[in-house]
């Protein structure tokens, strides 16, 4: 099973910051990763996939990059909707193999 | 407009069933893979299981691999999840979710469109 560890597990940050979210693989994932955004209450939303591919509605603050085992997705400048928990997912292999998500990074209003 | 609509929540005691639908709309349910995720309260996200558009494919994560079973019925616009010998750690918010391009092979295991989830609550 390919373990995905996102860090830090939270942030703390204000409207209009930059910010960098790491994702990091036990293996290789092949490029075959997404990021997913999670406001309370609500269901995720694709965010990003393969790694640096922008999902359909998605504004360009968001971008994604990594190869490998490693991945970040960095938000330019924070909107009040951005503060919420992100996590990364994994579908090298899958199916048969596991389909993994991180345990999530939150991002609070400092 | 894409909606996933769950339902088939609720208290249930361990050793129990369920079985959860979910109504899909707004798009052709039939050329796409769907896949149930849960969320334990206040954790994180855990992929379940998958069915392919044909319905011939599904596939299990090991955590209920021979208590829970996929199907779909394209014709009715539903996916479902049975859920049989429920244990505590059962207990979550299932969310039905569609692969983000639809494939005539394997899922793709990227997912769009999310439902609003239903809540499995497995206790005495």
């Known amino acids: 099973e390919i373990v995905l560890t996102q860090s830090p597990a939270t942030l703390s940050l204000s409207p209009g910051e930059r910010v960098s979210l790491s994702c990091r693989a036990s293996e290789n994932v092949n490029g075959y990763l997404a990021w997913y955004r999670q406001k309370p209450g609500q269901a995720p939303r694709l965010l990003i996939y393969?790694?640096?591919k922008r999902a359909t509605g998605i504004p360009a603050r968001f971008s994604g990059r990594g190869s490998g085992t490693d991945f970040t997705l960095t938000i330019t400048s924070l909107e009040p909707e951005d503060f919420a928990v992100y996590y990364c997912q994994q579908r090298s292999n899958w199916p048969p193999g596991r389909l993994t998500f991180g345990q999530g990074t939150r991002l609070e209003i400092k | 407009e894409v909606q996933l609509v769950e339902s088939g929540g609720g208290l249930v005691q361990p050793g129990g069933s369920l079985r959860l639908s979910c109504v899909a709309s707004g798009f052709t349910l039939s050329i796409y893979a769907m896949s149930w995720v849960r969320q334990a309260p206040g954790k994180g996200l855990e992929w379940v299981s998958v069915?392919?558009?044909?319905?011939?494919?599904?596939y299990y994560a090991d955590s209920v691999k021979g208590r829970f079973t996929i199907s779909r019925d394209n014709s009715k616009s539903t996916i479902y999840l049975q859920m049989n010998s429920l244990r505590g750690e059962d207990t979550a918010v299932y969310y039905c979710?569609?692969?983000?391009?639809?494939?005539?092979?394997?899922?793709?295991?990227?997912?769009?469109?999310w439902g609003q989830g239903t809540l499995v609550t497995v206790s005495s």
């Open positions: 393969d790694a640096s």
């Open positions: 979710a569609k692969d983000k391009d639809y494939s005539t092979s394997f899922p793709i295991g990227y997912f769009d469109y």
């Open positions: 069915v392919s558009g044909s319905g011939g494919s599904t």
